[in-house]
């Protein structure tokens, strides 16, 4: 007798039509068809299963906070930046911590499984670090949260940034930040680098940092990244968050530094949303768009994966933890509109996420853990296209959300008509 039987999926990992067994919490067989007892029988009706989807950037302890102390009038990054510093003095543990179990739920809701969220560490008291350490535990049987010390007013620029981001690490925050461009210089950036991957590497800890999240093509910390990557060993550790500098790098630069990147297999991690918004800013026109080079750094080989970064913060009003919302953003702002690169869109804020959270028993194979998120779409494309109702999501064999079709109803000149947008 089985725990749960998934009757026709299809298998977002083989674009094949299967049922799904699951027992114990693991999928145990997937097979043309499985005829056995279940305690419970889910008829997928064709639709899309996958693995749940992954947010490998994000900032849990200033989601929901928008309108506190006030709204971000410009939508700028240095003025988000500016009214975060004016809510910390305002924090409180509790406070946090409802935020954060509140984005939880909608995460869930999504189908978004898996989140690692930089935590500021910028301030003596830790208290985010704090909060967001007890969230980690309480959510640990629904959501996977990776907590990554991040500097936000510099490793080398705020005061104590060294020696809290150090502290925040000993209570357990699992990976390393930086933010080596809002140094007070480049060679103070370069140094941050070199400072926070050789701590990573003496304690054996993965690499996230918000690198070259600017316009400015001199801004070149990545290469640091690569090359410190390269030199302590840490190929397959580490992260470079935005990048989003390599936009407005020039060409021939780029020709250099992409085989750098593969070689450190270093995975790159765009936020479209937060980058189409943000990036820019001082331009007239033509504007410039500021997401990385997704599609260049993927035919490299280099691993690309996408984080939403932000909902209803400082920085972006808008969202609800919708990573398809993500991909769907990425599929225009790199102009990924091929059938394989729209596929490969669906892939970053999946599989490609996994790798660089370094998730064991993520997918959609016998011995994968048994969390799968059912969508109301028949393929990848489909799901990017209609950013569709998550019907089930399951963690670990057990249902934890459900959501019914949503299909309209239309009444036109006494004939009635139902669209649900699939063809
Ligand atoms: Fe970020």
Redesign the pocket.
Known sequence: MLDLLIKNAHLASTGKKADIAINGGEIVEIANVIEAGAGEIIDADGYLVTPPFIDP???MDATLSLGLPRLNESGTLLEGIQLWGELKPHLTLEALKERAHALVKWSIARGTLAIRS?VDTSDENLLAVEALLEVRKEIAPFVDLQLVAFPQDGYFRSPGGVENLKRALDLGVDVVGGIPHFERSMVDGARSVEALCEIAAERGLMVDM?CD?SDDPLSRHIETLAQETTRLGLEGMVAG??LTSMHSMDNYYVSKLLPLIAEAEITAIP?PL?NITLQGRHDTYPKRRGMTRVKEMMAMGINVSL?H??VMDPWYSLGSHDMLEVAHMAVHVGQMTGVAEMRSMFDAVTVNSARVMRLENYGLDVGCNADLVILQARNKIEAIRLRPARLFVIRRGKIISKTAPVVAKLALDGENYQVDFLR
């Open positions: 950037h994000f900032h930089h918000h999240e968050s935005h936020n937060i984080g970064d932000c």
